[in-house]
């Protein structure tokens, strides 16, 4: 009876140091590992939950949640992401080996980013030449284009309302709405001839995790962008 007990008390002891120390374990492993892939980012954070943590070892997480500030997608400069999931599995071999964060499954993945005024000028100033003379503002659901150009030695003031919108599973397009030069508006052909000559798409590469951009929100010079990875994938 004693050895009985004396196993129970050593299996429960077992668990609970499990417990207490497996999350931050496997956490600072994926924070190691997305600081690896993501050099330039200023914070990595992780943080999982899972009860019983001993699951942890064979790669099974109840809650995940990981944040990540300054860092590359693609081309872009993206001020902060943030990803949650639940009831996730990931490679723990692969993970324990250093050789990076691979979700083979997950009941739910979300992801947020955010793109700042300033990371949508860069973007753009770099893509379009001639841009600089124009700059992007995010006002509350609209996107505005305002700046100037010379044309036989006047100068003409120039305004291109319009939205951002889901162009694909990680593109974004902005889209002219309206275009007005020294405060006249122009006609719509003129407006299609802007959409096409100033093709703004902002592509995030290839999507970590396999999520989705699904929708979009301005709001305090501030673009937000919304993804999620199929349920079961």
């Known amino acids: 009876m004693r050895r009985i007990a004396a196993a129970l008390a050593a299996a429960i002891g077992i668990l609970t140091i499990a417990q207490l120390t497996l999350p931050r374990a496997l956490e600072a492993r994926i924070e190691r590992a997305l600081s690896r892939s993501f050099e330039e980012a200023s914070l990595v954070r992780a943080e999982i939950r899972s009860v019983p943590a001993v699951e942890l070892l064979w790669g099974r997480i109840d809650r995940a949640e990981l944040e990540l500030r300054r860092v590359v997608l693609g081309e872009i ?21 250093g050789e ?9 993945l979300r992801a947020t980013l955010v793109l ?17 003379r124009f700059r992007v503002s995010l006002e ?4 505005r284009v305002a700046g100037s150009f ?4 006047r100068e003409f003031d120039v ?5 951002f919108r889901v162009a694909g599973p990680a593109s974004v397009a902005f889209v002219p709405e309206q275009v007005s030069v020294d405060d006249a508006a122009v006609p719509q052909f003129l407006i299609d001839l802007v959409a ?29 962008v919304y993804g999620a990875r199929p349920a079961g994938g």
Request: charged letters at 30%; glycine letters at 8%.
């Open 77 to 97: 400069a993206v001020d902060a992401v943030r990803v949650d999931g639940e009831e996730l599995w990931v490679d723990a071999p692969k993970l324990f080996r």
């Open 100 to 108: 990076g964060v691979d979700v083979k499954a997950a009941k739910a």
């Open 140 to 143: 509350r659901g609209q996107a």
């Open 150 to 153: 010379s044309l036989f030695g």
């Open 159 to 163: 305004r291109v309302n319009g939205k």
């Open 116 to 132: 700042t005024e300033e990371d949508v000028n860069q973007y753009f100033w770099s893509r379009i030449q001639g841009a600089k």
């Open 196 to 224: 096409s000559e100033w093709q703004l798409l902002l592509h995030f590469g290839e999507a970590p995790f396999s999520i989705a951009i699904e929708d979009l929100l301005i709001e305090d010079g501030r673009l937000w």
